[in-house]
């Protein structure tokens, strides 16, 4: 059984940094590339970031180049952002999913940016 | 970046109804599209892959089709669990871009 567990999400004020994790298991973590998505409170779904399954390339979105960034360690089956700089507008559930065509999701974990 | 846009922004149909949903890339994406379902409060569930492949445990009322630039989904005979908030996404090149969702609403 395929499992995404998200972790680390909370309330932090503009300006500071946070860590989210992914946790997977119940599939071959090493060889998915893994994104990470996110969506603002009542909006649609933003696609962040990815990394390839082994780790060699990546990719972000224009809206957090710069300040957030991705990386993965295989050996613990384990997705990270890591978030820098937040914003007010970066406040929304972040999800990371796997598989050729997302037939995974986690749950998701709720990030507040707000003073 | 590809731009995905989706029409129309909210649907209303009856129960047993049919729902055509409209996606539509700002370049060719062959057939790399993807759709999504997402009742409030949960993650978004794969519906269709590859444009037109229904995922696993995807009943048959739900068909997409279309390739480039043009991509429908189609639902027949609504039931009330499909009255949700539906995606497309591309998944050509990165970023793999969303559209701004349909909200699939009961009339």
């Known amino acids: 059984q395929v499992q995404l567990v998200e972790s680390g999400g909370g309330v932090v004020q503009p300006g500071r940094s946070l860590r989210l994790s992914c946790t997977a298991s119940g599939f071959t973590f090493s060889r998915s590339d893994m994104h990470w998505v996110r969506q603002a409170p009542g909006k649609g779904l933003e696609w962040v970031a990815v990394m390839s399954f082994d780790g060699s390339h990546k990719f972000q979105a224009d809206s957090v180049r710069g300040r957030f960034t991705i990386s993965r360690d295989n050996s613990k089956n384990t997705l990270f952002l890591q978030m820098d700089s937040l914003r007010p507008d970066d406040t929304a559930v972040y999800y990371c999913?796997?598989?050729?065509?997302?037939?995974?999701w986690g749950q998701g974990t709720l990030v507040t940016v707000s003073s | 970046e590809i731009v995905m846009t989706q029409s129309p922004a909210t649907l209303s149909v009856s129960p047993g109804g049919r729902a055509t949903l409209s996606c539509r890339a700002s370049?060719?994406?062959?057939?790399?599209l993807a759709w999504y379902q997402q009742i409030p409060g949960q993650a978004p569930r794969l519906l269709i892959f590859g444009a037109l492949t229904r995922a696993t445990g995807i009943p048959a009322r739900f068909s997409g089709s279309g390739s480039g630039t043009e991509f429908t989904l189609t639902i027949t005979s609504l039931q009330s669990e499909d009255f949700a908030v539906y995606y497309c996404q591309h998944c050509f090149t990165w970023p793999y871009s969303f559209g701004q969702g349909t909200k699939l609403e009961i009339k």
């Open positions: 999913a796997a598989g050729s065509w997302y037939e995974y």
């Open positions: 370049q060719n994406v062959t057939t790399k």
